[in-house]
């Protein structure tokens, strides 16, 4: 389900999950049209807040099929979960984040032993352990606590076909925290069939 509201903040709550296939196009979208593109200059920011992903279980945050540019991702993570208790420790996150045919990490997945499932993209464990610098085109952290991990994706990327994050809980038994995760970018071209656009051409404002 798609809330559309009128000050340019889309909520986008969806339990599906997406096979291991490296594709452009969102699986679902394959038997609708793909070939209309529409101009759709617009500046988008979307914000979850309260996010909890159960032991295990993966959340499509967005999955769109348009052109454009992301700005940035951001998210806070918590141990401590909204009723008080602890849950999964945040470096438990897998972060996995496509623009087209890119995704750091790479599209391969990993099987799990322990939970008896496959895993995409990077933890923040893996991120905490490189230590990488704050640079565009890659995650970093900019609070690496124990039971906080503010992950930040700085991007002006530039994306032709398809825009995906997903967030995949690795802890086998405890629910995990996101105390938020937005996502800011530039849409250009919604591509007819694959977009959830309904504004005119030229419109600013957002949804």
């Not at 101009?39 to 967005?62: C, F, H, M, P, W």
């Amino acid at each position: 389900m798609t809330e559309h509201q009128p000050d340019g903040i889309t909520d986008i709550v969806t339990n599906d999950q997406d096979s291991d296939e490296i594709v452009l196009m969102p699986s679902e979208f394959y038997n609708q049209p793909i070939d209309l593109m529409t101009g759709d200059n617009r500046n988008i920011t979307e914000r979850r807040r309260g996010l909890i992903i159960g032991a295990k279980s993966r959340e499509r945050v967005i999955d769109q099929l348009e052109a454009g540019t992301l700005d940035y991702v951001i998210m806070r993570v918590q141990r401590v979960l909204p009723d008080g208790t602890d849950g999964a420790l945040p470096e438990k996150l897998a972060l996995f984040l496509q623009l087209d045919g890119h995704a750091q990490g790479g599209f391969e997945s990993v099987w799990d032993e322990t939970l008896q499932t496959s895993t995409t993209g990077l933890t923040i464990s893996t991120l905490s352990s490189l230590n990488l610098p704050e640079q565009f085109g890659m995650w970093f952290l900019t609070v690496d606590q124990t039971n906080t991990k503010v992950v930040l994706f700085r991007g002006r990327n530039n994306y032709r076909h398809r825009i995906r994050l997903e967030l995949m809980n690795t802890d086998a038994s405890s629910d995990i925290h996101i105390e938020f995760v937005e996502i800011s970018r530039k849409r250009r071209i919604a591509k007819e069939g694959g977009s959830n656009s309904s504004s005119s051409m030229g419109d600013q404002m957002g949804y």
